[in-house]
């Protein structure tokens, strides 16, 4: 009665429909996990089914034949022992029967182990499950879940897959992505990279829903990019996110910029996500910003060095510095080594490991590093699906090939926790994938040395040695802000900008961007 309660104050809002979340309550009463009943709303899948039926139909009851109720599904539960994708097509048809118009499938719940929305799910990943339920019933299906391109979405529809397509986050990264599709411009598309950090991770803190890819996101009434009232030459240093946004958001008011990097690419940090299983939905968000830099005739000079003599060269009316961050290397004995390498020259592909790696650096960087080098020697999805199709090996030998590589892994770090600044949202996924893959951790751990065999470290159970031919350090950042300190007094306007400010993630590097771009 309270869910026809809810439906009835919505039609008499003025609202155009009602869509019952069916993944809590509705989902608990059909899984065989939480509905532990012996009474009629329990049991067989028919009780278990009641319900969400019974909800259904007083909805239907409440607003009238005419006004359009939808329902979202998980169209698996994705927990060992709950519902399962053929329960679901049952239900779906029954649901149809008692008045439903639409359903909305998406998957899993709250405690399964797959991930649902993450950059680690590959795009349009549960369409196979809204595939299924359309099959099972005559009303439309809307699929959902990681669709973030007008050309996969169509892709979806064309096949006759769903009837509808959802893009939420979507559309946070760009409000304008449906007139960009219409207008054949899709190749300006901000797309949603599923990285979580400002929408999920922010809803877990109770903070405003903000976007990495989109930094007015939750700002839209106290920032334009209006048109600068007095176009100036702008020259931004540093290709990375924050000097790619800067550049582009002072290009759309109307500046001439310059965008200055001095090496062959631009990306700057995030292209060390280019090795790294389920983050090369960050080459995305690069691959954006350059397609609307190209279209906005902003000056790209690679492979360029800004030194104060070139600036003042320029002779810009404001500049922006946006040089990045270094790696730290610590204070340790033998860090010298020739068994040493960075992790950021590691994910850009340089150097060599051997077969045991120990890792110095529980944090973002250390623990992804460790996630690239444990799959090292795994199957790749094609060899595993061609050897699977052909039934070349047992399946239980090919999971032992998918889930072990050829690298004995160990991560160490000093503090109590791992990955204190990957998002919550993400974090877990990251370590579930360590675990599957065998990686060793080490926790309350301080590397004390390195040695030609391995590290030295000691823990609370006191002095120890790990065994290594390769040691990786991954121990932060510290920002590279020299050019801003030579160029100081020099320019009426000088802003410094994300890492080389102070090292932080992608999302306030982007932000700082965007903010740099509307104050030149």
Known sequence: DKYAQAARRVKE?????????????????????SNLREDAYGGSLAGRMRFGLEVAGKVRQAVGADFPVLMRLSGNEFVKGGFTREEVMIFASELEKAGIDLLNITG?????????????????????????????????????????????AEEILRNGWADLVAMGRAQ???PELANKARAGRSD??????????????????????ACLINPRSGLEGEYEPAPAPNPKKVIVIGGGPAGMKAACTAAERGHEVTLIEKRDRLGGQLLLNRLIPGRKEMLTGIQDLINNLENL?????????ADRQF??????????????????????????????????????????????????GGNAVGLETAL??????????EVFHFLVVHRAEPIESLLELLNKGDKEVTVVEMAGKLGQDIGPSSRWT?????????????????????????????????????????????????????????????????HTIGDAKEPRNALHAIREGFFAGLEV
């Open 372 to 381: 690239y080098l444990c799959h090292l020697g795994t199957l790749s999805p």
């Open 108 to 152: 899993g719940r709250h405690e399964t182990h797959v991930p649902q929305i993450s950059m680690f799910v590959p795009r349009g990943a549960f369409v196979y499950l809204a595939r299924g339920i359309k099959s099972a019933v005559s009303i439309p299906v809307l699929a959902s879940n990681r669709i973030n391109n007008p050309v996969d």
């Open 13 to 33: 809002a003025g609202f155009d429909a009602v869509e019952i979340l069916g993944g809590y309550l509705p989902a608990q009463f059909l899984s065989p996990l």
């Open 430 to 494: 990251v370590r579930s994938e360590l675990k599957r893959l065998g990686c060793n951790i080490q926790k309350d751990t301080r590397a004390t040395g390195i040695t030609p065999e391995g590290v030295e470290m000691e823990s609370a159970d006191g002095p120890g040695f790990i065994p290594a031919d390769t040691i990786v350090i991954a121990a932060g950042s510290r920002s590279d802000n020299k050019l801003a300190h030579d160029l100081e007094g020099l320019f009426p306007e000088l």
């Open 311 to 360: 600036v003042k060269e320029v002779a810009p009316d404001a500049v922006v510095i946006a040089t990045g961050a270094k790696p730290i290397m610590p204070d340790l004995p033998g860090i010298e080594g020739e068994n040493v390498v960075h992790a950021w020259d590691l994910l850009e592909g340089k150097g060599r490991v051997g077969k045991k790696v120990v890792v110095i």
């Open 188 to 209: 300006l598309i901000y797309h949603c990279i599923g990285c979580n950090q400002g929408c999920i991770d922010h809803g877990f803190r109770l903070q405003p829903v």
């Open 172 to 174: 946070v990264a760009d």
């Open 297 to 305: 005739d902003v000056k790209i000079l690679l492979g360029q060095e």
